[in-house]
């Protein structure tokens, strides 16, 4: 399964009334380091597909979300289990990281 998108209008949906445990890639075009870590989110989608739902939200064109959740760097990764912020992960950093994150929350 890829990395879906989701919005400001599809966030309560995709990510809060999930029933499985949801990373949400907070990321921007024009950012360097939000391009080293989608190949990172891809691998995840599918070695956790049915286990965890994968999501990017684009801080430009999605504001809310980004001001609801305070976030100031990116990238950011949220990690969402039962509609709740469960822990997140600012800046770029190994996949290693991000595993060790995502395993916490299943």
Excluded at 76 to 85: A, H
Aim: hydrophobic share 45%.
């Amino acid at each position: 399964m890829a990395v879906i998108e989701v919005t400001d209008a599809t966030f309560e949906d995709v990510v809060l009334k999930s029933e499985i445990p949801v990373i949400v890639d907070l990321w921007a075009v024009w950012c360097g380091p939000c391009r080293m870590i989608h190949p990172i989110m891809e691998e995840i989608s599918e070695e956790y597909e049915g286990k965890v739902l994968v999501t990017k939200l684009d801080v430009d064109t999605n504001r809310q979300t980004a001001i609801k959740y305070g976030i100031r760097n990116i990238p950011t990764v949220l990690f969402f289990k039962n509609g709740e912020l469960a822990d997140k992960q600012v800046g770029a950093v190994p996949k290693s990281k991000f595993v060790e994150k995502l395993e916490a929350v299943l």
